[in-house]
């Protein structure tokens, strides 16, 4: 697993070398994710249909393999200064681009942002499963923290 | 070459099963068709010969077909096989690259690497690349059109077997492992397919039918991915006409055991991807021939073991 997971933190630097915009990298950071995912045998299933406006997202996630799952299933830049920093330095090993501007330029270049913080009114759920993680899309309104 | 010569004796003596799929610098791609003309009847697909370096994926092909044909004059149980689904073998689709003792096409191109590139995923070099046709794995242009011998298969799959029902297409590779693998989609990234569930069903169908088999089924991207995957592209095609399914897989035989037990045929090119010792070369013909009878017997009753 630890070579898979080598392999696609080789592949990421390509990824993102080769995308263009923020739209890219939220793409980029999908595609990332999904494969670090599948290195380790598990799949994610989305619930609900993801916007086709850029938006934030609020996180409920209660491990960094929670949060890599949320990355998976819609492509969004993660704000990661809200993240512990041992998961901060995990999915900079592994690649994943993150946010390097504010959320609003984020919105603005078309790209949606996973943010720990509640500002809209979107939300993505996470909850583990024993062969993977269901990913829920709904409003924050719904959420229990995790 | 003696494999085209093979195929051409082959297409001669038997015209009402070839066909020219296309011909690329006067040389034939020949197909050849099996079975029920009805198109919605399930399809076998039997590719070979896409890298010309691996003459014996061509070379099993032809063993596969040449036991089709000699079945076919006394074999009751493969007419009612074939009454009841479609066999098409493709044994060389690149004749230019193998005449030339080459992987790439005959402008250098990588068929495996040639169709239109997703934008993710690719190890770099090995998974494809455009900086020199000199190089290996060169994809092509960006978004130049694909190459005669690509296109080709394309339009084959498009038309006859796209429209099935259910198809299994058997890839037939060298040159990777000490093991015979099995492939199945994505090359280009390590995500699910959404056949999955048939894939696994497919293989422990082939665990309890042929128990002591030698393969390895794993999904192409686990080694390394792949950009602009002639099979991932045909497969997305398939998934996105709606209800029915292909399963691509790659046979991939495990050219480095050949290697290992005759180290000196390292030292050539067409040695690392092909056994060279004539015993060896007559063992690989008959080892994957069952494999290829199972394929379609499974495609044949894909409705007995396929999820619903």
């Known amino acids: 697993m630890i070579a898979g997971l080598a392999g696609v933190a080789f592949d990421a630097r390509i990824a ?19 494969n670090a995912l599948a290195v380790t045998g598990r799949r994610v299933w989305l619930v609900g249909t993801p916007p086709a406006a850029p938006r934030v997202f609020a996180l409920r996630a209660g491990c960094l393999a929670s949060v890599i799952a949320a990355i998976a299933s819609v492509p969004v830049l993660i704000d990661a200064s809200l993240l512990p920093r041992h998961w901060r330095l995990a999915l900079r090993a592994l690649g994943l681009p993150e946010l390097e501007c504010t959320t609003a330029e984020a919105l603005v270049g078309g790209a949606s942002v996973l943010s720990s913080d509640e500002l809209d009114g979107s939300s993505l759920s996470v909850d583990a499963l024993p062969r993977g993680f269901r990913v829920r899309l709904g409003a924050v309104r719904h959420m229990l923290r995790a | 070459m003696k494999q085209l010569e093979a195929l051409d004796r082959l297409a001669a003596a038997r015209p009402d099963l070839a066909t ?56 009751q149980v493969l007419h009612d096989a074939l009454a009841r689904c479609r066999v098409i073998v ?4 690149n004749p230019v690259g193998m005449a030339r003792g080459q992987r790439a096409n005959g402008n250098g191109v990588d068929l495996m690497r040639n169709a239109p590139a997703h934008p993710f995923g690719g190890t770099p070099l090995l998974g494809g690349q455009r900086l020199s046709r000199r190089l290996p794995w060169y994809m092509g242009p960006a978004n130049g059109p694909m190459e005669a011998e690509a296109a080709a298969l394309v339009e084959l799959v498009e038309r006859e077997v796209i429209p099935a029902p259910f198809s299994i297409a058997l890839d037939l590779h060298s040159g990777y492992g000490f093991v015979d693998r099995l492939w199945y989609p994505y090359a280009r990234t390590r995500e699910a397919p959404a056949d999955l569930a048939a894939i696994r069903a497919l293989g422990a169908l082939l665990d309890e039918t042929l128990p002591n088999h030698v393969y390895r089924l794993e999904q192409t991207a686990q080694a390394y991915t792949i950009r602009g995957d002639l099979w991932d592209y045909l497969y997305d095609r398939r998934i996105s006409t709606g209800p029915g399914s292909l399963l691509p897989l790659t046979l991939e035989m495990g050219s480095w055991a050949w290697v290992r037990k005759n180290p000196s045929q390292a030292l050539s090119s067409l040695g690392r991807f092909n056994p060279l010792v004539p015993h060896r070369h007559r063992r690989i013909l008959r080892r994957h021939l069952p494999l290829l009878d199972f394929l379609l017997h499974a495609t044949v009753s894909y409705r007995a073991w396929l999820p619903k």
Request: glycine content about 8%; proline content about 5%; cysteine-free.
């Open chain 2, 90 to 93: 493709v044994p060389l689709l």
């Open chain 1, 16 to 34: 993102t070398r080769e995308v263009e915009g923020l739209p890219g990298r939220a793409a980029a950071a999908r595609w990332i994710a999904a």
């Open chain 2, 20 to 75: 020219e799929l296309v011909r690329v610098e006067d040389r034939p791609i020949h197909t050849f068709r099996f079975g029920a003309a009805d198109r919605t009847s399930p399809v076998l697909l039997v590719v070979g010969g896409v890298h010309g370096l691996e003459r014996i994926g061509t070379e099993v092909a032809i063993a596969f077909l040449t036991a089709l044909v000699t079945r076919l004059r006394w074999d």
